[in-house]
């Protein structure tokens, strides 16, 4: 990804960090997959791919039973690390609720957890699209 498709926005930094990450990551396509670092370059934070992680592991209390009326799900299973695998600290319960997901939207997970960027990587948000999706969160 060039750094020069998405300029870094000047936004309101007092805006919640996890909130812009839960609004791109609410864009990304079923049966498409992205990287935490992509997510975190999106929002002119390049290095900040672990409190991209962060804010979707916030997510983990809310299921699709307890979600809040009036909120839109989150779908974290979406985003995966760099290398095109699943990276969930607790891999023998979160990695394979994240494999079996992604598996549900059709995207093929081999046994290793990995997925084909080729194939399944979300190409993002033009930097218009950002701008204006993130404008409504001020």
């Known amino acids: 990804m060039s750094c020069a ?5 000047v936004y309101n930094w007092r805006m919640n ?18 990287s935490y670092g992509r997510i975190a370059s999106m929002l002119g934070r390049p290095n900040a791919a672990r409190a991209v992680g962060y804010a979707l592991n916030a997510l983990k ?3 699709e039973e307890n979600v809040p009326a009036g909120v839109i799900p989150v779908p974290w299973q979406r985003v995966i690390n760099a290398q095109g695998r699943i990276s969930i600290v607790n891999r023998e319960v979160g990695a394979e609720q994240q ?7 059709g995207v093929e997970v081999s046994d290793d957890l990995r997925i084909d960027l080729a194939r399944y990587l979300w ?9 204006e999706l993130l404008s409504h969160l001020q």
């Open 17 to 34: 960090f996890y909130e812009q990450v839960y609004a791109v990551v609410r864009r990304i396509p079923a049966g498409q997959v992205t």
């Open 61 to 63: 209390d809310l299921d």
């Open 5 to 9: 498709f998405y300029p870094i926005l």
């Open 123 to 131: 190409a993002g948000l033009h930097w218009a699209e950002l701008d």
């Open 99 to 105: 494999a079996a997901l992604l598996r549900a939207e």
